[in-house]
């Protein structure tokens, strides 16, 4: 089955204490994201990778880190994470060349910074 | 800069009517696509129904139809006959860049839809 996996589902930590959201796709999908959501504001893009060692900031880069080792993973780190980052967060992936490049979602992370 | 405004944060509709979700956008590109999403409470982000710029029909999937309106840079959701599984938040979103690149999303802030009995 196609899809998009993220764990944990959710977690509850401490403030600086660093932390991964594993993300991987089994659909050799060459493009891969990362967004939070947050109430009243919708889905913001945090890092994309464009295929594996290409990484680029989204539009809330900042206190989080990413890399792409393997073209299936696509790991986010919060190195010390705060409280302003308790979010639901969205890995996503897509095809590079497509058409509709309909964008293919985890089934996201409740994260919650105390 | 893309936008996608959503100006309705709530909607309510009866069972086995039409309702409209709207979605305005802005951008300067001349490609781009549109894209709804749905999100029940369960949280995952469900794909709905997807319009290319350059698309010269509306597109439907099943219940669900895009009214595209391109001078107007608008594309509302159109769900027809409403059922009770259909409450959840609606999201409407724009990919940045030409249909061959960057496949970054702009969401807009979505639209909670609630169908009552």
């Known amino acids: 089955e196609a899809q998009v996996t993220q764990n944990p589902r959710y977690l509850i930590t401490v403030t600086g204490k660093k932390l991964t959201v594993t993300c991987s796709q089994n659909m050799n999908h060459e493009y891969m994201s990362w967004y939070r959501q947050d109430p009243g504001l919708g889905l913001r893009q945090i890092y994309y990778s464009m295929n594996v060692e290409v990484t680029d900031k989204g539009d809330v880069p900042e206190g989080y880190k990413v890399s792409r080792k393997e073209k299936r993973n696509f790991p986010l780190i919060l190195e010390s994470p705060s409280p302003n980052q308790t979010s639901l967060y969205f890995c996503?992936?897509?095809?590079?060349?497509?058409?509709?490049?309909?964008?293919?979602f985890g089934p996201g992370t409740r994260l919650t910074v105390t | 800069a893309q936008k996608i405004t959503q100006t309705q944060p709530g909607m309510f509709v009866q069972e086995k009517e039409a309702v409209t979700l709207d979605c305005t956008y802005d951008t300067s590109d001349q490609s781009y696509g549109l894209f709804w999403y749905k999100q029940p409470s369960s949280g995952e982000m469900i794909f709905l129904i997807y319009q290319g710029s350059y698309d010269e029909q509306n597109a439907t999937e099943g219940r669900y139809s895009l009214n595209f309106q391109k001078a107007r840079k608008s594309a509302n959701l159109v769900i027809s006959a409403s059922q009770l599984g259909d409450s959840a938040m609606y999201f409407c979103?724009?990919?940045?860049?030409?249909?061959?690149?960057?496949?970054?999303?702009?969401f807009g802030t979505g639209t909670r839809l609630l169908v009552s009995p």
């Open positions: 996503a992936s897509s095809l590079r060349y497509s058409g509709t490049a309909e964008q293919y």
């Open positions: 979103a724009m990919r940045e860049g030409p249909n061959t690149g960057f496949q970054k999303l702009v």
